[in-house]
Nanobody, 117 residues
Framework: QVQMVESGGGLVQAGGSLRLSCAAS????????MAWYRQAPGKQRELVAK???????NYADSVKGRFTISRDNAKNTVYLQMNSLKPEDTAVYYC???????????WGRGTQVTVSS
């Protein structure tokens, strides 16, 4: 079993910052890429940012220049630094890790981020 545990969510005013963390533990094989997704009420889950084992990153257009994804391969941990937060960033944020051979993926339970105007 693999567990993904997120932390760092909370309530923040618009313009503020939060840092999310997600640690993978358990029977972990090499991880290919790790990513953050979010789901706002009434909306589909969307990709926020992705980072490969080599450090290449991709971001949703809506967060480019404000969010930064990073990872610690030795700790199987991925981070999301969120700056200049907007009310529309309010959502439940989920982390995901994909096994090296793309045959399995693991999701966290989510952490709530609420941005007040």
């Amino acid at each position: 079993q693999v567990q993904m545990v997120e932390s760092g969510g909370g309530l923040v005013q618009a313009g503020g910052s939060l840092r999310l963390s997600c640690a993978a533990s358990g029977r972990i094989f090499s991880i290919n890429f790790m990513a953050w997704y979010r789901q706002a009420p009434g909306k589909q889950r969307e990709l926020v940012a992705k980072i490969t084992s080599g450090g290449s990153t991709n971001y949703a257009d809506s967060v480019k220049g404000r969010f930064t994804i990073s990872r610690d391969n030795a700790k199987n941990t991925v981070y999301l630094q969120m700056n200049s937060l907007k009310p529309e960033d309010t959502a439940v944020y989920y982390c995901r890790a994909v096994k090296w051979d793309l045959t399995a993926d693991y999701w966290g339970r989510g952490t709530q981020v609420t941005v007040s105007s």
